[in-house]
């Protein structure tokens, strides 16, 4: 398990940023909007979902995995991953559990007294914080532009930076198809200058998920480690 602290910090990293932004947002007439407008669009948008579905991809360093995401309001999130295979992360509201198969290890971060919520990010409330924290402003104005990596598909890019620096990330890029008014990608950097990536894409809304899509029994055979991010203890 020499590895799980390296691990355990990535998977930290994924947890922190806004995992889930991947909803439709009523643009309107684009050209008209501030920065703070737009951005404000979006919370509204989140705050009005019961739940969404998607498939994703995260990079980290030389890191990359890639599987589906489920969330539903106000809480709940779900990520299965093809690759690597079998791992799994799931919230229910008070508690993370990660399944790192490769190590037969579950890793535990229990976020009650002071731990904040990740998932939350993932709700209007959660954007509507992001909004608070970080200083919003277009990368080069409402105007589509080619999605880097991904040049057939264009993308209006807000950039968010940190007011503080108790924030998880220095800045935050969104990546915003206009013309399906979808979140198509996030791009964060962590306080220690790494960069995470999120694409997010077809996503599917309100299908009514249940709630029993949260619940997750890892095998029994597993070592369990708690509060491997933080202590949840005064």
């Given at each position: 398990?020499?590895?799980?602290?390296?691990?355990?910090?990535?998977?930290?990293?994924?947890?922190?940023?806004?995992?889930?932004?991947?909803?439709?947002?009523?643009?309107?007439?684009?050209?008209?909007?501030?920065?703070?407008?737009?951005?404000?669009?979006?919370?509204?948008?989140?705050?009005?979902?019961?739940?969404?579905?998607?498939?994703?991809?995260?990079?980290?360093?030389?890191?990359?995995?890639?599987?589906?995401?489920?969330?539903?309001?106000?809480?709940?999130?779900?990520?299965?991953?093809?690759?690597?295979?079998?791992?799994?992360?799931?919230?229910?509201g008070t508690s993370f559990l990660i399944y790192v198969p490769e190590y037969r290890a579950?890793?535990?971060?229990?976020?009650?007294?002071g731990g904040a919520s990740a998932a939350a990010v993932a709700s209007g409330e959660g954007?509507?914080?992001?909004?608070?924290?970080?200083?919003?402003?277009?990368?080069?104005?409402?105007?589509?532009?080619?999605?880097?990596?991904?040049?057939?598909?264009?993308?209006?890019?807000?950039?968010?930076?940190?007011?503080?620096?108790a924030e998880g990330f220095r800045t935050i890029a969104l990546s915003i198809d206009p013309?399906?008014?979808?979140?198509?990608?996030?791009?964060?950097?962590?306080?220690?200058?790494?960069?995470?990536?999120?694409?997010?894409?077809?996503?599917?809304?309100?299908?009514?998920?249940?709630?029993?899509?949260?619940?997750?029994?890892?095998?029994?055979?597993?070592?369990?480690?708690?509060?491997?991010?933080?202590?949840?203890?005064?």
């Amino acid at each position: 398990m020499k590895n799980v602290p390296t691990l355990a910090g990535i998977l930290g990293g994924i947890l922190g940023a806004a995992l889930l932004l991947a909803a439709p947002v009523p643009l309107g007439a684009q050209e008209m909007l501030t920065a703070d407008q737009f951005f404000r669009q979006i919370s509204e948008r989140y705050a009005s979902i019961k739940d969404y579905q998607a498939d994703v991809s995260v990079k980290a360093g030389k890191t990359s995995m890639s599987g589906s995401v489920i969330f539903k309001s106000p809480a709940l999130m779900r990520m299965d991953f093809t690759q690597p295979v079998a791992q799994v992360m799931v919230y229910n509201g008070t508690s993370f559990l990660i399944y790192v198969p490769e190590y037969r290890a579950i890793l535990v971060q229990e976020t009650s007294g002071g731990g904040a919520s990740a998932a939350a990010v993932a709700s209007g409330e959660g954007l509507r914080m992001m909004g608070r924290n970080y200083i919003v402003g277009y990368e080069k104005g409402p105007v589509a532009e080619s999605l880097p990596g991904s040049e057939g598909e264009k993308v209006i890019r807000l950039i968010l930076s940190r007011r503080s620096v108790a924030e998880g990330f220095r800045t935050i890029a969104l990546s915003i198809d206009p013309s399906r008014k979808l979140i198509r990608r996030m791009e964060g950097i962590s306080h220690g200058g790494d960069l995470i990536v999120f694409d997010f894409t077809n996503i599917r809304l309100d299908t009514g998920i249940a709630d029993t899509k949260f619940i997750y029994d890892a095998p029994s055979s597993a070592n369990t480690f708690n509060n491997f991010l933080f202590s949840t203890s005064k």
